[in-house]
């Protein structure tokens, strides 16, 4: 008998976490800053799209058709409850990569996304893989790629190795990968603690391990676990994808664009003096002892001149996802978090303070008149805000308007499944094509009011009534709370602060009605 998970671990659901580097739209900003263009986004494709959170965001904030497969049919049957209850153009599937990339039914892609799995599947199946990308992936359209590398795995990897052995040789016969999970760090752990030769000479390696023990179990089943894993080098990747005539664009990741944050200026020079921008890559990932790495490649990249660059940024419109107060003036690089200037960064977030839609052109002028900023100044702002999550760049106003109704459909289907859940923690953002970090408390009091409910105190009632039902305790002060009373004044309290702050910012993205 065949085995159809191909030694990938199928008995856990992977964790239903979303991937903002699988939302096309996020590429544009990254993409203008190298100077390339960004392609259209008029199809996509997510290959292993897990519990299929991130596709679902993505294709219910955009008018972006969506494919896309993940082997594991459980998984997949989820995925497609949340594309009905949003109506978005999306196809999901249970088929092998084999299967899904040999059909001849597919449209062509203008991008294609695997987030992980290159790490963690067989060569038969990263050939069958490039294959695809290059087939189906249009001239100019992008891939985003995202993998275990190297030399950060170095001193992990074997102790990786030694986990999967334990797993596979001691570990109990009908267990269950989780229990398997379990038995093996536990191991592990009473081999580190007779203090091994191994870890005298790789510290860094029980560091990493104890870190790892942190973990959720279900993560960590799908992260060290499964037959086929590798960290990749960049170089090995470049050569895995040269058959698919794509070429290196830029990081995904936005900090990594900013070498002040990442590389020491002796560093920056040795980058800077190397020709080759593939070895760049990889002295750079020795440079910062990378151990996962998220790119763009392009297929035909078009470098953009300094005047269309120009112009295409300052018309990028773009907004603030969080209230002012909540932006930490902090960011962190590769060399440990960094203060980003008061008298830069106070100025721009001032003027982002409405939470209003405000192009990179507008803000730029502003900076120069009322406070002496240069354009690098406001547009590297803007761009390290980005990374961090608390700004986004916004879709054009027509494909906001034909994206509110299925986001709203399928952010309310979230809402109930928060009820009895705690693993979902995002909305669809119609004006961004990606999403927004929400709570548990947020989702039932959207749901409350979705059923006609118009007060802070009828949508603290509803929240109450759904943990009675579960026996469930909000913690205030850091313990249970102690009382009806008190649950239900902390829940008030906790809803006047979303009709104040996250409704009014929530309904300006188009994410609830």
């Known amino acids: 008998?065949?085995?159809?998970?191909?030694?990938?671990?199928?008995?856990?659901?992977?964790?239903?976490?979303?991937?903002?580097?699988?939302?096309?739209?996020?590429?544009?900003?990254?993409?203008?800053?190298?100077?390339?263009?960004?392609?259209?986004?008029?199809t996509a494709c997510e290959l292993g799209f897990g519990q299929g959170m991130s596709a679902n965001i993505h294709a219910a904030a955009s008018v972006t058709e969506w494919h896309g497969t993940d082997f594991n049919p459980s998984q997949a049957a989820f995925a497609r409850e949340l594309a009905a209850a949003?109506?978005?153009?999306?196809?999901?599937?249970?088929?092998?990569?084999?299967?899904?990339?040999?059909?001849?039914?597919?449209?062509?892609?203008?991008?294609?996304?695997?987030?992980?799995?290159?790490?963690?599947?067989?060569d038969e199946n990263r050939h069958v893989i490039v294959d695809f990308v290059r087939r189906k992936l249009k001239v100019g359209g992008v891939l985003y790629i995202s993998y275990n590398t190297q030399p950060g795995w170095a001193?992990?990897?074997?102790?990786?190795?030694?986990?999967?052995?334990?797993?596979?040789?001691?570990?109990?016969?009908?267990?269950?990968?989780?229990?398997?999970?379990?038995?093996?760090?536990?191991?592990?752990?009473?081999?580190?603690?007779?203090?091994?030769?191994?870890?005298?000479?790789?510290?860094?390696?029980?560091?990493?391990?104890?870190?790892?023990?942190?973990?959720?179990?279900?993560?960590?089943?799908?992260?060290?676990?499964?037959?086929d894993w590798v960290p990749i080098g960049f170089a090995n990747m470049a050569r895995w994808l040269e058959?698919?005539?794509?070429?290196?664009?830029?990081?995904?990741?936005?900090?990594?664009?900013?070498?002040?944050?990442?590389?020491?200026?002796?560093?920056?020079k040795l980058v800077a003096e190397i020709a080759d921008p593939h070895f760049a890559q990889t002295v750079r990932d020795f440079i910062v002892n990378q151990t996962f790495r998220r790119d763009y490649w392009?297929?035909?990249?078009?470098?953009?001149?300094?005047?269309?660059?120009?112009?295409?940024?300052?018309?990028?419109?773009?907004?603030?996802?969080?209230?002012?107060?909540r932006v930490s003036l902090k960011t962190t690089g590769s060399l440990g978090e960094v203060t980003l200037q008061e008298s830069v960064y106070g100025p721009v977030l001032d003027m982002l303070a409405d939470q209003g839609f405000h192009t990179l052109g507008d803000?730029?002028?502003?900076?120069?008149?009322?406070?002496?900023?240069?354009?690098?100044?406001?547009?590297?702002?803007?761009?390290i805000l980005a990374g961090s999550g608390k700004l986004a760049v916004l879709q054009d106003d027509d494909v906001i308007a034909r994206a509110t109704p299925q986001a709203q459909k399928l952010n309310l289907h979230l809402c109930t499944l928060a009820r009895s859940s705690t693993d979902f923690h995002e909305f669809a953002l119609p004006a961004t094509g990606g999403s927004v970090t929400v709570d548990r408390f947020q989702q039932l009091f959207t749901l409350a009011r979705s059923q006609g409910s118009d007060s802070?105190?009828?949508w603290a009632a509803f929240a109450a009534s759904v943990l009675a039902r579960q026996g469930q305790r909000l913690l205030v002060d850091g313990k249970p709370a102690e009382s009806d009373e008190v649950q239900l004044r902390e829940l008030t309290r906790r809803a006047v602060q979303y009709r104040d702050e996250g409704l009014p910012m929530l309904r300006k993205l188009g994410a609830v009605a």
Request: charged fraction near 20%.
């Open 86 to 122: 949003s109506g978005a153009n999306l196809h999901l599937n249970d088929q092998s990569f084999a299967e899904f990339c040999s059909r001849s039914d597919l449209p062509d892609f203008d991008f294609i996304g695997l987030h992980g799995i290159f790490s963690w599947i067989s």
């Open 155 to 227: 001193g992990m990897a074997p102790v990786r190795e030694l986990l999967t052995e334990h797993a596979n040789v001691m570990g109990a016969a009908g267990s269950g990968s989780l229990a398997r999970v379990e038995q093996s760090f536990d191991f592990v752990s009473r081999l580190f603690a007779t203090n091994p030769m191994f870890v005298r000479a790789n510290p860094n390696a029980q560091a990493r391990f104890e870190k790892a023990k942190e973990q959720n179990r279900a993560y960590l089943a799908h992260e060290y676990f499964n037959r």
């Open 298 to 325: 392009v297929r035909g990249a078009r470098r953009l001149s300094a005047l269309e660059q120009d112009e295409r940024l300052q018309a990028c419109r773009v907004t603030l996802l969080t209230s002012r107060e």
């Open 1 to 42: 008998m065949s085995d159809w998970t191909a030694g990938y671990v199928a008995d856990v659901g992977y964790t239903f976490g979303i991937y903002a580097e699988l939302n096309p739209q996020r590429l544009k900003l990254a993409f203008l800053m190298a100077g390339l263009m960004p392609p259209p986004n008029g």
């Open 243 to 268: 058959p698919a005539k794509v070429t290196y664009a830029c990081s995904a990741h936005y900090l990594d664009h900013i070498d002040a944050v990442n590389l020491t200026a002796e560093q920056q």
């Open 456 to 458: 802070v105190e009828g």
């Open 363 to 383: 803000l730029i002028a502003r900076g120069a008149c009322d406070h002496g900023l240069s354009k690098p100044q406001v547009v590297q702002a803007i761009f």
